[in-house]
Structures are given as structure tokens and as C-alpha cells.
């Protein structure tokens, strides 16, 4: 496949639930390698975009290609290339942490050779090495999350889907959360992160997406934007007030 | 990344369940207390001689097996949906089947855990021995039948807010069939009646069961796919 084929297209995608449509006419064109933060109000799609392009909703019209597979025709190749974190934890509570990670290791046919290795490293990634053996509902929100980021690139996926994951946490947890998607970034995953929270989509993400009611109504390049330059381009795209 | 294989996927999540049932005994345990107190409420209820008490007793036990199994099953499901886990297993190079499969054998080992306590307790209670091996085995039957069908259903009706009182009225009718091969079969067993007499119904019960599984396993991946 081609480096210079964006990694995930998506073209003219409808989704619809019943008769209401929750996406409409959608496109979106991601480099390998690229940080997009998908913004936008309640309710204007997001997160049925991410779980499209996760291969965990199908669409009711439109193209989705991941690597260049076709979703959800060729949804089994893509798996493998996908990672995905959302506000829920998707771990299992009387498990410990190690043990989540090594489930998740199998599920994803991990040579039993690597499985010990590749989970001891992401927990060390993630700073939870000396609370390997603990039990996962013994955890703070902030520590889950990190757990789900280790669980989400445990596979080494290209491809990192984030659904609010700031939800919930507090100032030092986020500011931690920062630092292992940048990190992600920098090792070279392309991350789309569906938040509210403008200021760190400004900080973190390389361009900002924002929906309304479904449609894409601004596409544009956030690094070199500040907070509230972003914060103001949000409200003009969408009709919304902002506190940024 | 290749597919993983069926089977190595089943196992993970069976002995995924095992082991988180081990450390927490939420489920078993609710399944174990119901048993107790229903077999033991029936005991209590019907005062019977020891003629209706031996026509009865069959009855009595696939009831308590059947509530107890439906018990099991939601919140088997419920703690896939509830942590957002089922999508973390949609998301993986994996058979949607081989997550059936998966979830079936754990509820089935459960509920076989459950099946295998009550006869001995059955058998104290009621005074009527049904701890005999043909008994045994229409059990196993009859639990891989509620297994297979329930894990099915419960993933569907796990989806939605009344899922607690969805699951036995969806499920009730739908396991008729098996639960009267499985009745029939354990009186006939129970009352010491000929063999040409019942040894129909485990076979009833067996193709039924296979049936249920083959169409399950076909169902499933439409079920938890949006």
C-alpha cells in the first residue's frame, strides 16, 4: 500500500438510525500519522463516526476504507489495525491488570513467545508496571484509562480511536493522558480523538474537524492556533457558545 | 494480524469468564442461593405423598434449573455490556461466533455447577433418589440446551433498559420444546419406567440441542452487530 494514500477515507458516509439521519453526505480524509481531533455539539455524530470507523456500526450508505480495506466488506483486515479507547473502560473489573492485557493479547493472536514481553512493556509505558497484579476494580478513573490505553495499542494497531476519553478525569489524570497520546503520536499512530474540550484539541491535535448535525462544517489546521482561536472558529462554524 | 482461530478464541473467553467468576462468585453464588431457596420453597409448598412426590420432582428441577440458568445468563452478558467489553471483543481480528461459543461454554459451565448441586439436594429433600447417571446426563442436555439458547437471547435483550424481564419472557417460549424432552425424559427415569418408554426423549433432546446450537452460532454475529 502506498505512504502517501491517506489511511482512512471516508467518503460521502450516511448514517442513519430508522429515519434520522445522524451523519450526512460525510467525508474525511486522514494522513498516516496525523492527530485530528473530531469536535462538535452533542448529538452531531462523533462518536457514530468513530464507532463507523471502528468496524463496530455499518453504514447505511457511503465508503469507509482503513489502510485501504473497505469497511465493513474487508471489517476483518481492518481489525488488526485499529485501536480503541472510549470513556468506558472495556476491561474487566475482578481481572488484574496484567490479566486484562494478556486476554486481549490472545484475542488478538499475539505469539505467546511476545505476549509476556509486549504486556509488561506497555504497562511500563503507561506506569502501571508495580500494579500489574492488582485488581482492575481496585483502580482510580484515571489509572483505568491508562490501563485502556496499554489494552488499546497492546496489538501495535496504526490507527488510535479516541471517544472522549478525558471523561472523568481529573486535572493530573488528563495532564498524564496528554502525555501517552503524544507519545502514541510520536511513535508514529495516527490518532482521532472525538472531545469537547477545545483547549487540549488545540495543544495535542494537528487539525480539528467539526461537525453539526452531521456534516463536516470546518476542516482546519490547528497547529498553530491557540485555545481560544480554535474555541472561536468552533462557535462561528457551529452556532455555539464556548467557555474557552 | 491474522484471524485468531475459533477455538483459541473460545477458550480465552471461557476461561476469561471462569476466572473472573472464581475471584468474584457473583454469579454462581446468586445462581446457588436461588436453587437452594426455590427447591427448597417447593419442598415446603407441595406437601406430597411419596407417589405425586416422585411424578412431580422432574418438574420441580428443570423450574429451578430454567430460572436459575436465566439468572446467570443476564448478568453474564450484562457485565460485557456494562464495562463496554463486547465491543472491545467486536473490535478484535476474532469469529463473532467464536464469541458465542465463548460466552455458551462459561454460562454452561455455570449453570452445570448449579444442575450438579441440586441433585444430591433434590434427593434429600424430595426423598426421591435422582442422583442416577441417565438423570445426570438429561441434564447436561437440557443445560447445554438453556445455554445455547439463552446466551443467544440474553445477548439480544441485554441491549435494552427491561432486559431483567425481557430475557424470561423471550426465553420461556423458546426452550418449551427442550424443557418437555427434558421433563419427559427424567420422569420416565425417575419412576424406573421401562427404557423404550423414554429413551426417545435424551434423543429428542440431543437433536434439539444441536439444532439450537447450529442456528445460534449462525445468529449470533447479526445479533451484537449494529
Given at each position: 500500500m502506498s505512504e502517501t494514500r491517506p489511511i482512512i477515507e471516508v467518503v460521502d458516509l450516511v448514517k442513519a438510525f430508522g429515519v434520522m439521519p445522524?451523519?450526512?453526505?460525510f467525508n474525511l480524509s486522514v494522513q498516516r500519522g496525523q492527530f485530528v481531533a473530531l469536535l462538535g455539539p452533542n448529538g452531531s455524530g462523533k462518536s457514530t463516526l468513530l464507532r463507523l470507523l471502528a468496524g463496530l456500526s455499518k453504514p447505511t450508505a457511503g465508503h469507509i476504507r482503513i489502510g485501504g480495506w473497505e469497511l465493513p466488506r474487508e471489517a476483518a483486515a481492518v481489525r488488526g489495525q485499529i485501536g480503541m479507547v472510549s470513556h468506558k473502560p472495556l476491561l474487566y473489573d475482578n481481572l488484574t491488570a496484567q490479566e486484562n492485557l494478556l486476554f486481549f493479547a490472545r484475542l488478538y493472536n499475539m505469539p505467546k513467545s511476545e505476549q509476556k514481553m509486549r504486556i509488561q512493556e506497555q504497562l511500563k509505558r503507561v506506569g502501571l508496571d508495580r500494579r500489574a497484579d492488582d485488581l482492575v476494580r481496585t483502580f482510580s478513573r484515571g489509572m483505568l484509562q491508562r490501563l485502556t490505553i496499554a489494552r488499546a495499542l497492546l496489538h501495535q494497531p496504526h490507527v488510535l480511536l479516541l471517544d472522549e476519553p478525558y471523561t472523568g478525569l481529573d486535572q493530573d489524570a488528563g495532564g498524564v493522558l496528554d502525555e501517552l497520546l503524544i507519545e502514541a503520536h510520536q511513535s508514529g499512530h495516527t490518532l482521532v480523538m472525538a472531545t469537547h474540550q477545545l483547549e487540549r484539541a488545540a495543544q495535542l491535535a494537528q487539525r480539528a474537524v467539526i461537525l453539526s448535525r452531521g456534516k463536516l462544517v470546518l476542516d482546519i489546521i490547528t497547529e498553530s492556533l491557540s485555545g481560544h482561536e480554535l474555541a472561536v472558529c468552533y462557535s462561528e462554524a457551529t452556532g455555539a457558545q464556548t467557555a474557552s | 494480524m491474522n484471524k485468531t482461530p475459533f477455538w483459541r478464541t473460545t477458550w480465552a473467553i471461557m476461561s476469561k469468564d471462569l476466572r473472573a467468576e472464581l475471584r468474584s462468585r457473583e454469579l454462581v453464588g446468586a445462581m446457588l442461593l436461588f436453587t437452594l431457596l426455590a427447591i427448597m420453597i417447593f419442598s415446603f409448598a407441595l406437601e406430597l405423598d411419596r407417589l405425586t412426590r416422585e411424578e412431580v420432582v422432574s418438574g420441580v428441577l428443570w423450574v429451578t434449573v430454567v430460572f436459575a440458568s436465566i439468572l446467570g445468563l443476564n448478568r453474564s452478558m450484562a457485565m460485557e455490556r456494562e464495562q463496554g467489553n463486547m465491543d472491545a471483543m467486536l473490535l478484535a481480528p476474532i469469529d463473532r461466533s467464536a464469541i458465542f461459543a465463548g460466552k455458551m461454554a462459561g454460562n454452561f459451565i455455570f449453570t452445570l455447577v448449579v444442575g450438579v448441586l441440586l441433585l444430591p439436594l433434590t434427593t434429600v429433600l424430595?426423598?426421591?433418589?435422582?442422583?442416577?447417571p441417565m438423570l445426570a446426563l438429561v441434564l447436561l442436555l437440557g443445560i447445554w440446551g438453556f445455554s445455547t439458547v439463552g446466551t443467544l437471547l440474553a445477548a439480544m435483550t441485554v441491549?435494552?433498559?427491561a432486559r431483567e424481564t425481557l430475557l424470561p419472557i423471550v426465553m420461556l417460549p423458546v426452550v418449551l420444546p427442550l424443557l418437555l424432552a427434558a421433563v419427559r425424559a427424567s420422569n420416565g427415569i425417575i419412576a424406573d419406567a421401562p427404557s423404550e418408554q423414554w429413551q426417545a426423549w435424551p434423543q429428542v433432546l440431543l437433536v434439539i440441542d444441536v439444532i439450537y446450537l447450529v442456528m445460534c452460532l449462525l445468529m449470533f454475529p447479526f445479533v451484537v452487530e449494529e
Open positions: 445522524v451523519l450526512r453526505k | 424430595y426423598n426421591v433418589p435422582v442422583a442416577r441491549q435494552t433498559r
